[in-house]
């Protein structure tokens, strides 16, 4: 079992950055790749971005690539989003999750975090 909290949301300004923080509990975190999603009001839930286990492989979507980057630290249990270059139409409830399947699909992860609000003012 795992437990998932995200933190960091909040209001920017566009141009601007944020970091996302998702702190896991349990001793298994290392072996679940990790990832990053997003829901707007109205739409699908959207792949962001993955993690190995290891952290040695990052996945960004091309919507979010150059800009958004992915990393974890395997003794503090947790993984972050580094959000640059903030757009309006990142604005989003942003999820992380652990899984071992498909990277890129919901479906395939276990866990999932509450969701922290990232808005994007243009």
């Known amino acids: 079992q795992v437990q998932l909290v995200e933190s960091g949301g909040g209001l920017v300004q566009a141009g601007g950055s944020l970091r996302l923080s998702c702190a896991a509990s349990?001793?298994?975190?290392?072996?679940?790749?990790m990832g990053w999603f997003r829901q707007a009001p109205g739409k699908e839930r959207e792949f962001v971005a993955a993690i190995s286990r290891s952290g040695g492989s990052t996945y960004p979507a091309d919507s979010v690539k150059g800009r958004f980057t992915i990393s974890r630290d395997n003794a503090k249990n947790t993984v972050y989003l580094q959000m640059n270059s903030l757009k309006s139409e990142d604005t989003a409830v942003y999820y992380c999750?652990?899984?071992?399947?498909?990277?890129?699909?919901?479906?395939?992860?276990?866990?999932w975090g509450q969701g922290t609000q990232v808005t994007v003012s243009s």
């Open positions: 999750a652990a899984g071992m399947g498909a990277l890129t699909i919901p479906k395939e992860y276990n866990y």
């Open positions: 349990g001793r298994t975190f290392s072996s679940y790749h």
